[in-house]
């Protein structure tokens, strides 16, 4: 999720030119006015000429950035759960150690569920919410648990499938809370001691790490 400790830095990204600038600062502000949208009126009244009178963007330009209305929805979610992800990455000491890491985000995603639980329904009722979802958090959670298998902290038969199963299982799981099949207020922490069991983690260290302290946002 964070790059390893002693890891070479990534190369300097190539400036982009200012039509590259231009062409991301107008899809940022379509996102940014979609999401004002939503949050007023829902998806059902999400209208393509609102987001881009919100956006000052024209209505013609719109399909340069996303072929549909659904598409632009897809993209919304997917970079909220990319910004949930990078507050948890910043905030989490990873000392060398992916085990809080692991635990923080998936605590923290299971809980969207209980504490934004009209985000996390509009998370789930996506036609490929797995897709979506995955597609967030995959990266960093593939780094994460490799990590985590490379130094020994983490115990998997296959790498993609840990990630997989674990991803579709968090999604399951908030679509069964928003959908009131399961009640238990615990789930987040619960499940969280699952993963970390899953990986290998040892039972008291899980339990421990998964009712730890969520860390704190910054000031």
């Given at each position: ?46 209208r393509i000429t609102d987001v881009t009178e919100r956006a ?164």
């Open positions: 999720m964070a790059r390893a400790p002693g890891a070479p830095s990534p190369s300097p990204a190539t400036p982009l030119s200012r039509t590259a600038r231009r062409k991301a600062e107008a899809r940022r502000r379509l996102l940014d006015a979609g999401r004002i949208v939503i949050g007023e009126r829902g998806v059902a009244g999400l000052d963007v024209a209505l013609g330009s719109f399909y340069n950035h996303f072929e549909s209305k659904e598409a632009l929805v897809d993209e919304i979610v997917r970079d909220s759960l990319g910004e949930i992800l990078s507050s948890i990455l910043e905030r989490t000491p990873l000392d060398g150690d992916p085990a809080p890491i692991v635990a923080a985000s998936t605590r923290r995603f299971v809980g969207l569920a209980l504490e934004q639980p009209d985000f996390a329904r509009l998370v789930v009722s996506l036609d490929h919410a797995d897709s979506v979802f995955m597609d967030a958090i995959e990266p960093a959670a593939r780094d994460a648990i490799g990590q985590g298998v490379e130094s020994g902290r983490f115990s998997v038969v296959d790498l993609d499938t840990a990630v997989i199963t674990l991803a579709a299982g968090a999604v399951a799981l908030i679509r069964a809370i928003v959908e009131g099949r399961h009640d238990v207020t615990d789930a987040p922490r619960l499940y969280t001691e699952q993963v970390l069991l899953t990986l290998g983690v040892d039972a008291d260290e899980a339990a421990a790490l998964a009712a730890a302290p969520m860390p704190a946002a910054p000031g």
